[in-house]
């Protein structure tokens, strides 16, 4: 490909690729960005195909360019979001508020009866179902269901009353 022909079809094709993309993307920036690779890999390529060949080619190229950045977008955003910590309050204030329910969440537990506190654990911090639990203490499923319900009521009452 010349370097003429390449201006050629730049001038002639440019604002309309970006139109393309933009129109699939709803971004300028990244419309304008995106066409500008797909020229720029087109020269790099030096194809030796007609004009017409060329710009299909070229439109091949920049709407594989666009799914492939989205692509990486939707990953970033997705890792993002996993990486989030959402475990920890993000202000000082919810710092001291998280601070002080974990405190009184503490001190519930530890005065809630033995029977109904290893249940609870059982339950909530080594994620076993309530026959699993029955099966360790052996005591029936209805005995557990019985304890982490009074349980759960214990550390309501405990942490509306704080």
């Keep these: 490909m010349t370097r003429e022909t390449f201006k050629q079809l730049f ?33 790099e390529k030096q194809p030796k195909e007609g004009v017409q060949q060329l710009k299909s080619l070229l439109y091949k190229m920049a709407g594989d360019m666009f799914i492939s950045r989205y692509r990486h977008q939707k990953i970033e955003t997705t890792f993002a979001l996993k990486t989030q910590n959402t475990n920890f309050p993000h202000t000082p204030e919810d710092e001291i508020i998280y601070q002080e329910l974990n405190k009184s969440y503490q001190k519930a537990l530890n005065v809630m009866p033995e029977n109904l506190r290893v249940v609870f654990l059982m339950s909530r911090n080594e994620q076993l179902k309530n026959r699993e639990i029955a099966e360790r203490l052996n005591v029936g499923i209805k005995a557990i269901e019985k304890r982490m319900t009074q349980a759960l009521a214990h550390l309501r009452k405990a942490l509306i009353e704080q």
């Design 11 to 43: 001038e002639n094709h440019f604002t309309a690729l970006r139109n393309y993309i933009y129109y699939r993307a709803g971004d300028k920036d990244l419309a304008t960005d995106i066409a500008q690779d797909a020229f720029l890999r087109l020269w």
